[in-house]
């Protein structure tokens, strides 16, 4: 299994990042994707997950109205489009799947700094 995000950076407050994370390894349309992030001298935390059709997507509070997930299992990748990005939004984001039984898998992920 393989995860590799793509699409961070620096960014000013109130600007938009889209980030990328191409699948490889399981049977990408059958799982449920999730986005992890983990800001300097925090945990990790859970930001959005998409069930494994695209039609149900969950966020946490702090990033709902703001940051969208997406995927396209033609292309074995889930998105993550942010929007009125915030400073505190800064952080190493990861692209995660749970295949079961213990199968949790990771990226190595990418940073987004919102700073201006």
């Known amino acids: 299994v393989q995860l590799v995000e793509s699409g961070g950076g620096l960014v000013q407050p109130g600007g938009s990042l889209r980030l990328s994370c191409a699948a490889s390894?399981?049977?990408?349309?059958?799982?449920?994707m999730s986005w992890y992030r983990r800001a300097p001298g925090k945990g990790r935390e859970v930001v959005a997950v998409i069930n494994s059709a695209g039609g149900r997507t969950n966020y946490a509070d702090s990033v709902k109205g703001r940051l969208t997930i997406s995927r396209d299992n033609s292309k074995n990748t889930v998105y993550l489009q942010m929007n009125s990005l915030k400073p505190e939004d800064t952080a190493v984001y990861y692209c995660?799947?749970?295949?079961?039984?213990?199968?949790?898998?990771w990226g190595k992920g990418t940073l987004v700094t919102v700073s201006s």
């Open positions: 390894g399981f049977t990408f349309s059958s799982y449920t």
């Open positions: 995660n799947v749970d295949l079961g039984y213990g199968m949790d898998y």
